[in-house]
């Protein structure tokens, strides 16, 4: 018998295919600030996408579900009420403590998630980051459009419990114009989304130091009570005053409250702290983009 030599099947070569390189773009890679803009244009249908699909998620799973986006602001205005004007009596000699605190506590509530919303958001979204190559600026600013929308039910009900808290006064047309200041307020939040964005990315401990921060500015931008009746330096009243988030909530009691149009300088100054943050905030965002790709 003739001995049969196991022979191995011959496997086929493997195909070699050649690729240009020349339309491929790295995920770590800066384009120049006209491209990133024209970039972050054309991808307004995924911002708008992004935010709708993440619109009013907060309470899900719950009971009540959207119904938190009132209820919280509500129960936090019925606690500091309770602290501050019948525990502490700060309500003594004002004439509407309750809209006054209604007003300062629901508006600060947007500074302070505008301030923790940009807190590890590209580390939230590392997965999406690290596979497609897009602005990494949609993010944020889609961030920053969710929490516009969100905001929409607790500013109406900032504007009518106000307005109820002062039946004895006719309301005034002026209230109307929360509409723009709050528009505003949206672009300064998103300005600051996308330099806390940053700042976390690669400092992730920032995010406790941006807590930190927030404190601060809740006691010492008038939440609950006017500066001049506590601070009586000048100096210092004049540095709290020129806080952009004292100055949000002190043109919104006027249009609401005292049924005042706040002065000319007033609305330019909000006008510069609002797309200036927005503006630098974009620009400081954009300096580390191809970063954030190798961010783990």
Known sequence: MENKVDQKPVEPKPEILLVSASSLSTLQ????????????WHNRFYIARDARARVFSTGRGMFLGAAWIV??????????????????????????????????????????????GGVRIIQANRGLLKSFNFPKATVAIAKGLRSAVDNIPAVCLAVFAALISQYWITPSWTAILVIPLYILMQFFLTG???????????????????NVVTRILFFTSGVFWPIDRFIHDPQIASIVMNNPCYQFLDVARSLVLEGEIPG?????????????????????????????????
């Open 264 to 296: 000319i300088r007033t609305w330019i100054a909000l006008a510069l702290w609002s797309f200036g943050a927005f503006i630098l905030g974009l620009i400081y965002f954009w300096r580390a983009e191809h970063r954030y790709a190798a961010i783990k």
């Open 29 to 40: 890679a800066r384009p120049s600030l006209k491209d990133y803009i024209r970039s972050l």
């Open 71 to 116: 209820l919280n602001p509500a129960i936090q205005v019925a606690l500091y009420a309770f602290v501050f004007g019948f525990i502490l009596k700060v309500d003594r000699g004002m004439e509407n403590f309750i809209g006054f605190l209604i007003i300062g506590v629901i508006f600060f509530g947007f500074i302070s998630s505008g301030l923790s």
């Open 192 to 210: 600051i989304i996308l330099i806390v964005g940053r700042l976390t990315a690669f400092i992730p401990d920032l995010g406790s130091l941006v």
